[in-house]
């Protein structure tokens, strides 16, 4: 166990001092380290409780998302039918349930094998569990139901979460914050934590708002008065314009491109009149049906609806072609950035509601810091102090490798652009005790060996030897427990338990090679009788 060739023992110095090296980005400020090269800037990230920050917990609107549901529902079954040439009558939601009124009796099988095709067993690639995504029967009298389980509801909120967590991730970072935290919280909330961004308001703006972006042909034939009357087409709706003074448009129902079809949308200002407005630019799907749509009303109004209401609505001049085109509608400047980049984020599948907000100053952060400077130091100092009184010599060892320890921790940190949170920081001081516990059990062996009549070299060789398998077995164990808190907590949890498990790893390296090292180099130099120990 003693004996190291020089190949090894350099892989050993090198490996630990490349590790090491990756923590040095963190004595420098952050306008020097971003004069390195790429490669050279990954570093550890404070999280909010250290650095101050916005938390901000979100909430899906379920009633929005089994409206939805129940509308996707009805549009499915009016084409299912048509598509089937079956007559019907008094398609409409009513409650939970959607029904409709097939016209002949004897066509009602034929519209029940036609709309069952529209249900699906929920559990998609993963397997079925039983439940389906739709409930068609025959209520009697040529009525059908169709009635969405509360389980496909569910089903249909996981989806809208995990969307909206995707959605809500490019929001954010287009707002150019670091290291921000978004992650599912409970069956239909999304906590967001923002380190650094001290004033909440433009990101709860951008977070608050869906994003749906419609490009629907403007009603002609009532007025937008006769509409408020309650004299609108049944294929239309009133809608209001966005900005202030508001006037009401009278927009059809169908969408002609959706927003979904753009693939940019960036801010600029407009040539001729020189206001901000946003470019975007549609796939090849979204360009070829804007190009029918516009070559077939040309002279027309059609409107931009962004979260049901009317942006702008220009009228058709020409046809366009060219599968691009600007919103303009009197936006300041940082109200047409914003707007480019939730269109370029997506819109979500469902309103986001803000039910809990939080500021935690740079000030509060600040004296966690130093708290936690504060127990690291001491709880170091008394270790190594106990190591120098109990071991002496190799208590000097124990610490130097105890110290290439927590270098390492904070390399590993850095490579992975961790963010090092307060219970992260008690995960350091942890693994100092830990680390400081495998040589204690690898002495405490080399001891034993010495009254059992061996000689120093010999009882050293075998304290390292028959410690290892203990040493292994109360590290693995605490490594699961490690692995445990990662897979089942949340937030600070689970910054605790990754930087116990890499220190549980570097740990391990180092008792049985730095230490090692340490340890055969200076039996090969002292070639001692006894051991100070």
């Not at 079956?86 to 398609?91: D, E, M, P, R, S």
């Not at 693939?263 to 020189?274: E, H, I, L, V, Y």
């Not at 984020?345 to 309103?351: K, Q, R, S, V």
């Amino acid at each position: 166990m003693l004996y190291f060739t020089r190949w090894k023992a350099l892989a050993v110095i090198l490996t630990a001092l490349a590790v090491c090296l990756c923590a040095v980005p963190n004595f420098f400020p952050e306008s020097t380290v971003k004069t390195w090269p790429k490669w050279a800037q990954r570093h550890l990230v404070l999280g909010l409780d250290l650095q101050g920050g916005s938390h901000i917990l979100l909430e899906v609107d379920a009633n929005s998302v089994k409206k939805d549901k129940l509308e996707s529902v009805r549009d499915d079954a009016r084409r299912v039918l048509r598509e089937a040439r079956i007559a019907y009558t008094g398609l409409a939601q009513k409650g939970d349930v959607v029904e409709v009124k097939i016209s002949k009796d004897t066509e009602v099988p034929a519209a029940l094998t036609k709309l069952r095709e529209l249900s699906q067993p929920l559990g998609g690639l993963l397997g079925s569990n039983g439940q389906r995504s739709l409930e068609v029967s025959d209520a009697g009298g040529g009525v059908i139901r169709l009635a969405v389980p509360p389980a496909a509801i569910a089903d249909r909120i996981r989806q809208s979460v995990d969307q909206s967590i995707q959605i809500v991730e490019r929001r954010v970072n287009e707002l150019g914050t670091v290291e921000p935290l978004i992650q599912r919280q409970g069956a239909d909330r999304i906590l967001v934590q923002v380190p650094g961004l001290q004033d909440p308001t433009r990101l709860k703006e951008l977070l608050g708002k869906t994003a749906k972006l419609d490009f629907r042909m403007v009603d002609s034939s009532v007025s937008a008065d006769q509409a408020q009357q309650g004299r609108a087409p049944p294929d239309s709706d009133v809608l209001m314009s966005a900005q202030t003074p508001k006037q009401p448009y009278v927009i059809k129902k169908q969408i002609l491109v959706s927003g979904g079809d753009l693939t940019d949308a960036q801010p600029g200002f407009d040539s001729r009149t020189s206001e901000p407005i946003v470019s975007f630019r549609f796939n090849t799907s979204g360009a070829r049906k804007f190009s029918r749509a516009t070559t077939e009303n040309v002279g027309q109004p059609f409107a931009i609806v962004l979260d049901n209401e009317v942006i702008s609505a220009p009228v058709i001049r020409e046809p366009i072609t060219g599968g691009s085109g600007q919103i303009s509608g009197s936006f300041t400047v940082q109200q047409a950035n914003d707007l480019a980049i939730l269109l370029r984020a997506g819109a979500l599948p469902a309103p986001l509601t803000i039910i809990e907000e939080r500021t935690v100053g740079p000030g509060l952060g600040q004296d966690s810091i130093e708290k936690g400077e504060l127990a690291a130091y001491v709880g170091s100092i008394l270790v190594i102090i106990f190591m120098l009184l109990t071991y002496r010599l190799f208590g000097v060892f124990a610490n130097l490798a105890v110290a290439v320890n927590v270098a390492m921790i904070f390399g590993v940190l850095s490579l992975l652009n961790a963010t090092l949170t307060l219970p992260g920081i008690a995960g350091v001081v942890l693994t100092v005790g830990i680390a400081v516990d495998s040589n204690v059990l690898i002495y405490e062996r080399i001891r034993e060996e010495l009254r059992a009549g061996r000689n120093a070299i010999s009882a050293i060789d075998a304290g390292f030897k028959r410690a290892l398998s203990t040493i292994l077995d109360s590290n693995i164990t605490t490594f699961i427990a490690a692995a445990v808190l990662f897979y089942i907590g949340t937030g600070p949890v689970r910054g605790f338990a990754v930087t116990l498990g890499i220190g549980i790893i570097t740990t391990v390296f180092t008792a049985f090679t730095v230490t090692r090292l340490i340890v055969a180099t200076w039996v090969r130099w002292k070639r001692p009788q006894t051991v100070p120990i």
